[in-house]
């Protein structure tokens, strides 16, 4: 099982940009994954996730409006669009996978907010 984020990088306050997971080892469609953030200094914590059916979706407070989670099952990917993007959102985002026995965490992408 593997999971391989991108898309990081540096934006500007109120800038846009896309985080992309790539899922090897699992079918998506059957599982939960989401996106985790970890800040300097900080805990890491969900920032959204999406049940393997894609009937239910998660967002934290503090993104709800601004950021949307999607999959794409031919590519077994899972996205994460950020729009509005805010100096407080500038951390290390992982993506999470939850087989219903243990989680798989990908290696982390940084994204960095300047003001």
């Known amino acids: 099982v593997q999971l391989q984020a991108s898309g990081g990088g540096l934006a500007q306050a109120g800038g846009s940009l896309t985080l992309s997971c790539i899922v090897s080892?699992?079918?998506?469609?059957?599982?939960?994954i989401g996106w985790f953030r970890q800040a300097p200094g900080k805990e890491r914590d969900v920032v959204s996730c999406?049940?393997?059916?894609?009937?239910?979706?998660y967002y934290v407070d503090s993104v709800k409006g601004r950021f949307t989670i999607s999959r794409e099952g031919a590519k077994n990917t899972v996205y994460l669009q950020m729009n509005s993007l805010k100096p407080e959102d500038t951390a290390v985002y992982y993506c999470?996978?939850?087989?219903?026995?243990?989680?798989?965490w990908g290696q982390g992408t940084l994204v960095t907010v300047s003001s």
């Open positions: 999406i049940t393997g059916s894609g009937a239910s979706i």
């Open positions: 999470y996978l939850n087989d219903g026995l243990r989680g798989y």
């Open positions: 080892g699992f079918t998506l469609d059957r599982y939960a």
